[in-house]
């Protein structure tokens, strides 16, 4: 067979092809094996102490208890179905009594205000303080973290100090980091203040023995310039490139974003058209580069008469389903009440397609062996990954149990590798490996 391209162009366009090609591989490298809490919890740090997530979950519990005290109770107020009302309600009872708070954010912003100096660095101490004795006692989540002050001119110094005096007090008196600890920077609307949170950390890594990116951080969209720069151009991409790979999540702020795009109180909240354009634009910009989308909370607090909780739960529980199915993960829960709500909205969301997703991804790794036998390439990765991660998911909050997992052929070794080919790859060499065996017998015979 004959060629008439020239071997010398040849090469040079490959070569430029695969340069473009390990760009985009280093800029998207997929999502994180990470685990992803379900929500963030946000309170007061002056409230913080170190048996909060406990606190919390009892009064989870209490208001489960008083406002839907069983199964068919919860079923009427959220309209579940009815196969699925009896595992939701019993397994938010025991996510309630084994880990209420998968996620907590101790918030020196908002959730605490402008306040004199003194009296936020003595909370700074006093909260870190909190912190290093949870981490010393087991008591806290499985992820937590601060969310400082905006890196304004107006609150720059502020932020930077409450930083140092946090971090340096957590590690002087808990001897570490809690795992998973992360600094949430709000109200970013400028790459520039990435980067200099970023030059912040590396120099409180480097004055605390830390090995360079043990702090995390997370970017809260919350108003329309953090999403477009003035040109047009989407703001998010260099945003995350500021970050230099510490980025675990982008946090929508419904309240701020909403209202920086003129909507009046009345309507703001999560499910108006302006946060489903900034959640989608957060999407398109974030997948792929290992970083998550965290939905904001729900503007209803669920206090109060009965008819008052019943009607928050029902916002709440509408506005976390609508964003499970679009593919929007995590959110905010501000207080306990809605917290019962948070897991029977994802409990919902995975028993009512575990059935079908366990017969897909079963019918996945069979084809992937069969492909091996047969000599074809097995090349629908992407689809058989986004299922096993459908697992991942449902199995780390709580949702289903290992026994519903393996149901789909997957061992716990398997599920807990996070990654579908590599499943695939080992069950091709273990088929190939018995192929071989086989061959080797008769020829022997």
Same mark, same amino acid.
């Given at each position: 067979?004959?060629? &008439? ?10 070569? *430029? ?31 913080f ?24 109770a ?6 579940l ?17 084994? /880990? ?7 918030? %020196? /912003? ?12 003595? &909370? ?22 601060i969310?400082?002050?905006s890196?304004?001119? /107006? ?10 005096? %946090?971090v340096?007090?957590?590690?002087a ?50 108003? &329309? ?6 040109d047009?151009r ?16 982008v ?25 489903d354009?900034? *959640?989608?634009?957060?999407?398109v910009?974030?997948?792929g ?21 019943? +009607? ?5 529980? +509408? ?7 679009s593919? %929007?993960?995590?959110?905010w829960?501000?207080?306990? #009440? ?9 409990? #919902?969301? %995975?028993l ?11 019918n ?17 990765? #992407? ?11 449902a ?18 070794e ?7 080919? *590599?499943?695939?790859?080992? +069950? ?6 018995? /192929? ?10």
């Amino acid at each position: 067979m004959s060629t &008439t391209l020239p071997a010398e162009g040849l090469q040079a366009v490959l070569s *430029r092809l695969g340069d473009a090609n390990r760009t985009l591989a280093r800029r998207y490298p997929g999502e994180s094996l990470a685990r992803q809490p379900v929500h963030t919890v946000y309170g007061g740090a002056h409230l913080f102490r170190a048996e909060t997530a406990g606190r919390l979950g009892t009064l989870a519990l209490q208001s489960l208890e008083r406002h839907a005290p069983d199964a068919a109770a919860l079923a009427r107020v959220l309209e579940l179905p009815e196969a699925l009302a009896d595992a939701v309600y019993e397994r938010v009872v025991a996510k309630l009594h084994r /880990e209420p708070v998968e996620d907590y954010r101790l918030d %020196f /912003e908002d959730g605490f205000g402008d306040r004199p100096h003194a009296e936020e660095d003595a &909370t700074a101490l006093s909260a870190a303080g909190e912190v290093a004795r949870g981490l010393r006692e087991g008591t806290l989540p499985a992820s937590i973290g601060i969310r400082i002050k905006s890196l304004s001119d /107006e609150t720059k110094a502020r932020s930077a100090r409450t930083l140092d005096m %946090f971090v340096s007090t957590v590690l002087a008196q808990g001897g570490a980091l809690p795992p998973g600890f992360v600094v949430t920077l709000p109200k970013v609307m400028l790459p520039e203040q990435v980067t200099a949170l970023v030059e912040l950390l590396r120099l409180l890594e480097r004055a605390n023995g830390l090995p360079e990116g043990a702090i995390a951080v997370e970017l809260m969209i919350e108003s &329309t310039q953090a999403l477009l720069t003035a040109d047009g151009r989407t703001n998010l991409p260099a945003m995350l490139a500021a970050a230099q790979g510490r980025c675990r999540g982008v946090h929508l702020g419904v309240f701020d974003y909403t209202a920086s795009a003129n909507i009046t109180a009345q309507h703001q909240g999560p499910e108006h058209p302006a946060c489903d354009f900034a *959640r989608h634009l957060m999407q398109v910009a974030v997948t792929g580069t290992g970083a998550c989308v965290a939905d904001g909370p729900t503007t209803v607090i669920p206090v109060g008469p009965t008819a008052d909780v019943h +009607r928050a739960w029902r916002l709440s529980y +509408r506005a976390i389903q609508r964003a499970l199915i679009s593919g %929007f993960y995590q959110g905010w829960d501000l207080h306990p #009440a809605q917290i019962p709500v948070r897991y029977a909205a994802c409990y #919902a969301f %995975f028993l009512g397609g575990v059935v079908v997703a366990a017969e897909r991804l079963g019918n996945f790794i069979r084809k992937a062996g069969q492909a091996t036998m047969v000599g074809n390439v097995f090349d629908d990765a #992407a689809t058989g990954q986004g299922l096993l991660n459908f697992f991942l998911r449902a199995r780390n909050c709580g949702a289903v149990t290992l026994d519903e997992v393996q149901a789909t052929g997957l061992t716990l070794e398997e599920l807990e590798g996070r990654s579908f080919l *590599r499943i695939v790859e080992a +069950r091709r060499h273990v088929i190939g490996s018995k /192929e071989r065996s086989t061959h080797a017998s008769s020829d022997h015979r």
